[in-house]
């Protein structure tokens, strides 16, 4: 569902209503805590109803959003996390003051450098007004995720890069020059390393069901007597992708992470693995996103749904496949 101008609108309605409605509960509840000598409390959501309805009467200034490192998670959380932020302060008509990344996890450099960067990498502050540090008004929304999403709708908070994708694109397109290649590059990418076939977040995806999606891939290129690549990308051990070779695919297993993403990012052809380095990665490309299903996680616009077999729409994916092919017979035409 395309989040328009006028649905982001109803839904930041229908948030206020819901942290409204809690907000007053517990400011009655709160009377009664102080008077037991407890303290008092309001959810992440009522404390942004809190800055909002005293902007909106004039008592303090318009509330600011910046989303600062949490411990832990890794470059693709991050990222999002601080998207995220960028879209509820536009969604709110607050400020958003960018904070640099200052840590994010399964580091390959020291932590500073590696910070340094993600951020360079996705130029997120690119235009944004630099945080100066934390202050009365500041919600951090990192820490605040959780209870802002649970009233705003989980889906729906994804739903909002339907929108604001193409800005998140040019920023981190500002400072780099688009392959351009007659050969089309498919990236593949199957989450392993940090999780486990029993993990029961839906975060790990069958190989087989992985293997479908190649083969169809391959048919549909084959078809069209492409020329193509094919390439890997995993945490995982090189064992655990029996077949991948014989289909004539590249494994890049455990490979440098921001020579991963980026690679994910320039690919004609992404198949999104179940995670938000697969999903800040297809936020950004240009190319066709084949989308696995995962937890609470939507597809964007235009991105192809896999079902649980791995299999896709041919039709729909043969359209993005012949605009995509005039796209990029016009780019490799001479000036």
Request: glycine content about 8%.
């Amino acid at each position: 569902m395309p989040a328009s101008s006028l649905q982001i609108r109803l839904l930041v309605f229908r948030f206020l209503l819901r942290s409204g409605a809690g907000y007053v509960r517990n400011i009655l509840a709160n009377v009664i805590k102080r008077a037991l000598g407890r303290e008092p409390y309001f959810d992440k959501s009522e404390i942004v109803f809190h800055a909002w309805a005293r902007y909106r009467l004039g008592l303090q200034p318009k509330p600011r959003f910046t989303s600062r490192s949490l411990p832990g998670e890794g470059a693709g959380s991050q990222i999002r996390l601080t998207m995220c932020a960028i879209n509820f302060a536009r969604a709110f008509g607050f400020t958003y003051e960018h904070t640099p990344f200052s840590e994010i996890a399964h580091a390959e450099q020291p932590i500073a450098l590696w910070a340094r960067a993600w951020e360079d990498e996705f130029n997120l502050g690119d235009g944004e007004i630099a945080a100066s540090g934390p202050g009365d008004n500041v919600l951090d929304f990192a820490r605040m995720y959780s209870g802002i999403a649970s009233r705003f709708g989980y889906r729906e908070t994804f739903e909002l890069f339907n929108e604001s994708a193409p800005s998140f694109r040019a920023k981190y397109f500002r400072n780099k020059i688009r392959r351009k290649s007659s050969t089309l590059m498919i990236a593949v990418h199957v989450r392993r390393g940090d999780v486990a076939s029993k993990e029961n977040r839906g975060r790990w995806a069958e190989w087989d069901q992985v293997l479908n999606s190649v083969t169809q891939l391959k048919h549909a290129l084959e078809q069209r007597a492409l020329s193509y690549k094919i390439r890997i990308f995993s945490d995982g051990g090189a064992s655990e992708f029996d077949g991948a070779e014989a289909l004539g695919c590249e494994l890049c297993v455990k490979r440098d992470a921001l020579w991963t993403m980026r690679a994910m990012i320039e690919a004609d052809v992404l198949v999104m693995g179940r995670g938000y380095f697969s999903y800040v990665a297809a936020i950004v490309s240009e190319g066709i996103k084949l989308f696995d299903p995962w937890g609470h996680i939507p597809p964007l616009d235009g991105w192809i749904v896999r079902d649980a077999n791995g299999h896709f729409s041919g039709s729909a994916f043969g359209r993005a496949l012949d605009k995509k092919i005039a796209a990029q017979m016009a780019a490799c035409q001479p000036p």
